[in-house]
T-cell receptor, first 111, second 117 residues
Framework: QQQVKQSPQSLIVQKGGISIINCAYENTAFDYFPWYQQFPGKGPALLIAIRPDVSEKKEGRFTISFNKSAKQFSLHIMDSQPGDSATYFCAASKYGQNFVFGPGTRLSVLP | DADVTQTPRNRITKTGKRIMLECSQTKGHDRMYWYRQDPGLGLQLIYYSFDVKDINKGEISDGYSVSRQAQAKFSLSLESAIPNQTALYFC????????????????FGPGTRLTVL
């Protein structure tokens, strides 16, 4: 119930392409869904987050799509750039409680 | 200066040795966390503390202990290190997650790479 599944494990995209990473959760009490971005040698940092009262949130080239009935959410990176190459973690939490992180997706954007 | 610092950044030790990883923060947050990162497993919570007098076990606390010396300091100890504790360790902080007017965000340190031989 506490697990967050994430796919794919790794992703290779050409520069300018669209990167899509998917996550699924079981606990319907979760009410906050962030994505964290981690560059090599660095700690993860918040990229974008969504709450279940909306189905989509966009910040620049990054969009979260949220499907409450399917208990799934995804990260879309439009016009992917080599600088986007990093590991991406989805997570979920219930109000005031700790995060449950997905296993991560390593994204490589080829120049 | 970094808001969340971790020392050491890299450490190699031997089986059976005691080791301490330290975390300091200047963000003024009450909540602090220790995570372990292994390839393909994401971030697993070891211990967390919501204030100086509060310590809680996470999902993988066996073999680890923590001390919250002050609001700004949270250390993780391995009393007798073993090879399967070889991993990347992260400290993180947050304010009161999810309360009105607060962004539910955790701020991570740069990590400590620990190798147990």
């Amino acid at each position: 119930q506490q697990q967050v599944k994430q796919s794919p494990q790794s992703l290779i995209v050409q520069k300018g392409g669209i990167s899509i990473i998917n996550c699924a959760y079981e606990n319907t009490a979760f009410d906050y869904f962030p994505w964290y971005q981690q560059f090599p040698g660095k700690g993860p940092a918040l990229l974008i987050a969504i709450r279940p009262d909306v189905s989509e949130k966009k910040e620049g080239r990054f969009t979260i799509s949220f499907n409450k009935s399917a208990k799934q959410f995804s990260l879309h990176i439009m016009d992917s750039q080599p600088g986007d190459s990093a590991t991406y973690f989805c997570a979920a939490s219930k109000y005031g409680q700790n995060f449950v992180f997905g296993p991560g997706t390593r994204l490589s954007v080829l120049p | 200066d970094a808001d969340v610092t971790q020392t050491p950044r890299n450490r190699i030790t031997k089986t059976g040795k005691r080791i301490m990883l330290e975390c300091s923060q200047t963000k003024g947050h009450d909540r602090m966390y220790w995570y372990r990162q292994d390839p393909g497993l994401g971030l697993q919570l070891i211990y967390y503390s919501f204030d100086v007098k509060d310590i809680n076990k996470g999902e993988i606390s066996d073999g680890y202990s923590v001390s919250r010396q002050a609001q700004a300091k949270f250390s993780l100890s391995l009393e007798s290190a073993i090879p399967n504790q070889t991993a990347l360790y992260f400290c993180a902080t947050s304010d009161d997650c999810g309360l009105a007017g607060h962004k539910n965000e955790q701020f991570f340190g740069p990590g400590t790479r620990l190798t147990v031989l």
